[in-house]
């Protein structure tokens, strides 16, 4: 996980950046009204230019992001804030300077915009919150070092503004050395172009391993958007090796897994539905019903992290090894049992396993070729072993096996596999129906032992030799109704190159999980934007020089705006320990529950800055309690409203529409942020401190109700298993409604 890792600090520098000018622009303010005379309309101008910029910006960069690709919108952010830095730094005019900061916001909102999208596209799923969370914390380091560095200046007898904006320009340099010459770009956004072989190359640096066949399997999942998914359940135990006398179709409700070592393999058998998992997804089922307004996604989301095996979600007991589910042979023996019929097939078609090099094409990676009919042409394996699972109809593996299942590791506790099943049709000609299936472990090993179903042979095995799986089935992304027309002999998928989109896939917005996730990323940004930040940090200068920071400041013989430069740094130090808790504890307590934990701490913070205001205990109790509430409302809201919307926006989306919907989730933030900014000032004119804070305490309160009815926990899952539970839970919120 090093490379994702190093990777992922690389790709917040261009959050460092914008912590780093928010706090220069608060200081150089100062000196840029006195030496340009400005007036207050104009000031508010100067400082707001990067906020246009940055919501202007952000209606397109999604977009752009899915037709170009997140690497170049990363350099072009880059480029923009080293260019605005230098225009900044030579600033003849207020005109000038204005059109820097323009130049400066757009490079912002790139980088808000699509460095979590980056991040999460390219982080494993175990640790892909606390990757997302030092966004937060590289912005909030780069507004202390830029109040450092602004209140060094302020002892200088005459402070440039000039050259504090300049600055700027110097970690550009450094952002834009690190995007050019060490970013990648996105693997999943290049699958979704076709480009497998960059993707694969791209997931083996970020991995630190050879074998990534798993992850560029569920990579190519990820592409499909909607499509029916059934939630199903199977006992899963060891299976005897099958007797060569048994005749074919024999116990056709059974599905073969074979595991990654030689000879070893599993047998799954569909049961009624009784996991967690599967009775949430019952429309009106007893888990839905407890909670009034619940919304279904997040029992589904729920009734997965209930039952997470105690070791952990890194590597499934079910399959301890991880990689893929199918038995293996050395080498020669794989080659032993190509039968004649397959090496023409192959011959015809593609170039040998043998011949040739990776192409986009030829790629070894499960189930991506076009009219391919085996997998073990696809897999690439470990070097101490390869795949000899076959799916086609004379291979020795399987010749008395109607349904094959073939699956890899994916992450969080998740398995990836695939479903053929062939019968005779009723033209006698043989049919096939193919499905993908992301398992999961439900409980420990043998927690099913009263369960009424019985493993191969009718008799229950001993404790700890079969296991529970939750699955989701559904049609594989890939998958082409006309190709089965051409009635290829096994499994066949088009390539990605044939489905990649030159432009935004607007329609897909019309999805109901896709209109779902909108609806929880819109609603939470939104929230967080009117939840108070901006009102406490207007408000913290005020609270600090009553209770008489800034006087003992001027007392040590710094002026008043060092002095304010000073607190507002300690403030932003504050906050960084914090940051650093919720990184450790997001992928460990999750989004949902660092949400609901943390709310609450806000709300009450607020009502008893709202106390404070309307009741006179004395100007030092008052200063001590309001700068109490600050100092805990601060490192609250870091720790979870402050990075978890950014976060959850980033993985709720289905790869081929994120770029896109996170820009609409992050113009929503953007307005947000200027209609607080500017009715700020009228509503402390109008209703004065005490009443803007008891609005923000309503505002929490209504974001606690919707975190805990709307928003699902979504920790440790891969990308395209909670795409897929979008899809799942809108369905069955369709089907509850129209019952």
């Not at 790709?11 to 950046?17: R, V």
């Not at 400066?104 to 969370?133: H, K, M, Q």
């Not at 005897?240 to 897994?257: F, M, N, T, V």
């Not at 996991?275 to 619940?294: C, Y």
């Amino acid at each position: 996980m090093r490379g994702a890792a190093l990777v992922a600090i690389a790709a917040t520098i261009g959050n460092f950046l914008q912590g780093w000018d928010n706090a220069t622009i608060a200081g150089a303010i100062v000196y840029i009204k006195n030496d340009l005379n400005l007036g207050t309309s104009v000031e508010g101008l100067v400082v707001a230019m990067s906020l246009i910029g940055a919501t202007a910006i952000t209606t397109c960069s999604g977009a752009i992001s899915d037709w170009l690709g997140r690497r170049p919108m990363l350099i072009m952010s880059s480029m923009l804030y080293f260019v605005s830095g230098l225009v900044m730094l030579w600033s003849p005019n207020v005109y000038i300077l204005c059109l820097a900061r323009l130049l400066d916001g757009f490079g912002i909102g790139l980088a808000v915009t699509l460095v979590p999208v980056y991040i999460s596209e390219t982080a494993p799923s175990e640790i892909r919150g606390l990757l997302n969370t030092l966004p937060q914390f590289t912005g909030s380091g780069g507004m202390f070092l830029s109040y450092c560095m602004v209140f060094g200046m302020s002892l200088m007898d005459s402070p440039s503004w000039r050259l504090m904006l300049g600055v700027l320009s110097i970690p550009s340099l450094l952002y834009f050395a690190f995007t050019v010459f060490y970013l990648p770009e996105s693997p999943r956004w290049l699958v979704s172009k076709g480009r497998m072989l960059e993707a694969k190359q791209v997931l083996q640096r970020l991995r630190g391993r050879e074998d990534v066949s798993g992850e560029m399997a569920l990579l190519v999942e990820g592409l499909g958007i909607g499509g029916e998914t059934s939630i199903e359940e199977y006992i899963i135990g060891p299976a005897d090796e099958l007797d060569e006398s048994q005749e074919p179709g024999a116990d056709k409700d059974k599905i073969r897994l074979y595991g990654p070592e030689e000879g070893l393999s599993w047998v799954a058998k569909p049961v009624a539905g009784q996991s967690i998992l599967s009775i949430a997804s019952r429309p009106g089922s007893m888990v839905n019903q407890s909670i009034p307004l619940m919304d279904p996604l997040v029992t589904l989301f729920g009734s997965v992290h209930e039952k997470l095996p105690e070791t952990g979600s890194t590597r499934s007991m079910l399959f301890p090894n991880f990689g893929s589910m199918f038995s293996t042979a050395e080498p020669h023996a794989r080659n032993e049992q190509w039968d004649e019929e397959s090496l023409q097939r192959e011959g015809e078609d593609y170039a040998s396993d043998a011949a040739g090099g990776d192409s986009d094409d030829n790629l070894h990676s499960p189930l991506i070729s076009r009219q391919t009919t085996s997998l073990e042409k696809d897999m690439v394996p470990p070097a101490s072993h390869i795949s000899s699972l076959s799916m086609r109809r004379h291979s020795t593996l399987v010749q008395d096996v109607t349904e094959s299942v073939g699956g890899t590791g994916i992450g969080g506790g998740w398995q990836l596999a695939w479903k053929w099943s062939e019968r005779e049709g009723e033209d006698g000609k043989k049919e096939g129906g193919f499905k993908r299936i992301y398992l999961h472990e439900e409980g420990i090993p043998g927690s099913r032992r009263g369960s009424l179903v019985s493993l191969p042979g009718n008799d229950m095995p001993a404790e700890g030799e079969f296991i529970q799986a939750a699955a989701l089935v559904s049609q594989p992304a890939l998958y082409s109704k006309e190709l089965m027309d051409q009635h290829p002999v096994g499994p066949a998928m088009v390539h990605p190159a044939e489905t990649a989109s030159e432009g935004p896939v607007w329609t897909a917005l019309l999805d109901p999980g896709v209109k779902r996730a909108l609806l929880v990323g819109i609603g939470i940004q939104i929230l967080q934007q009117f939840s108070g930040i901006n009102g406490v940090l207007y408000y913290t200068p005020q609270i600090l020089e009553e209770a008489g920071v800034e006087v003992l400041l001027s007392n040590l013989g710094l002026g008043s705006d060092s002095a304010s430069f000073l607190i507002s740094a300690f403030t932003t130090l504050l906050m960084l320990p914090c940051i650093g808790v919720a990184m450790k504890l997001m992928d460990i307590s999750g989004r949902r529950r660092l949400l609901l934990t943390t709310i609450p701490v806000l709300i009450v913070s607020l009502i008893i800055l709202v106390f404070s205001e309307l009741v006179d205990l004395g100007t030092v109790v008052n200063a001590a309690i309001s700068t109490a509430c600050v100092i805990v409302y601060f490192c609250c809201f870091v720790m979870g409203y402050g990075p978890i919307p950014n976060i959850l926006c980033s993985e709720i989306f289905p790869t081929r529409v994120r770029g896109l919907c996170i820009a609409i989730c992050a113009l929503v933030y953007w307005v947000g942020d200027i209609i607080v900014t500017y009715t700020l000032p009228v509503m402390l004119s109008s209703i004065g401190l005490a009443g803007i804070f008891g609005i923000y305490a309503v505002v929490c309160l209504i974001s606690w109700v919707f975190v805990f009815l709307k928003v699902p926990e979504t920790k440790g899952m891969p990308l395209e298993v909670i795409t897929e539970f979008f899809a799942v839970g809108a369905r069955q919120a369709g089907a509850t409604k129209n019952e």
